[in-house]
């Protein structure tokens, strides 16, 4: 049986979220860059995998999958290991709504608005566009209170490590390296402290981008 294969950059966000779901389950994997930065998900090689030219996509056995959250589920169910969903139906729904809104209010905000930016223009040498990164700040900050106040427990979807905890912490990694994710997460109490756990587990330590 060969080893699953992912393929994208290591220093994307949702490849992160796959690396991490694959560090806590202990599942060996075999890493297939493609460089965004260089256009390489845009060539055809890519595209045949994913239609739409995106990162990250997962390879098991000749079943290939793309779309970050469907990965993550099939990870957890398909291999050995701690599970990563919780078996109560409203642990579970709780999971699948922080899923959804990570997707839908969180990442484009925090790193397509914010973060991108910042990091274009740290990479070119420029000045980042201030007035684009101010205009994303309202929403940006509307998703993380939204997430602040769905959080009940230890973790994003309560007591135990959840998918939710292993998608949302590549994005909080690098928000909070911008001064607007600073400064956000400054208001957001619970929010902080679950980072200040989650930042020293393993398997996010082993998946810090370089
Ligand atoms: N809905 C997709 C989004 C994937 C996505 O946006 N990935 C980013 C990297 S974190 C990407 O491929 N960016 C390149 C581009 O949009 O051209 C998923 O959940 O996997």
């Not at 099939?74 to 899923?99: C, S, T």
């Not at 990694?173 to 756990?197: A, I, M, N, V």
Request: aromatic share 10%.
């Amino acid at each position: 049986m060969s080893n699953p294969i992912l393929y994208g950059p290591k220093y994307s966000a949702y490849v992160r979220s796959v690396r991490l779901t694959l560090a806590e389950k202990d599942v060996v994997c075999d890493f297939q860059d493609v460089d965004i930065l260089a256009g390489a998900h845009k060539e055809a090689a890519h595209l045949a995998r994913h239609p739409f030219g995106k990162v990250p996509v997962f390879e098991h056995e000749g079943f290939v999958l793309y779309e970050t959250s469907a990965i993550i589920r099939y990870i957890d169910e398909a291999f050995q290991g701690p599970r990563l969903q919780p078996g109560d139906p409203g642990g579970r729904a709780r999971m699948n709504q922080f899923l959804c809104v990570i997707d839908s209010y969180a990442y484009p905000t925090m790193i397509n608005g914010i973060v991108i930016p910042h990091f274009r223009a740290a990479r070119g040498g420029a000045k980042p566009d201030e007035a684009a990164i101010e205009a994303a700040v309202p929403a940006a900050g509307e998703a993380l209170a939204a997430m602040e106040a769905l959080f009940v427990g230890e973790f994003l979807a309560g007591k135990t490590l959840s998918l939710a905890d292993l998608h949302f912490a590549p994005i909080c990694d690098y928000f909070r390296q911008t001064p607007e994710g600073e400064s956000l997460f400054s208001g957001t109490p619970k929010l902080s402290r679950w980072w200040s756990t989650m930042s020293r587990r393993p398997s996010i330590e082993a998946t810090a981008p370089s």
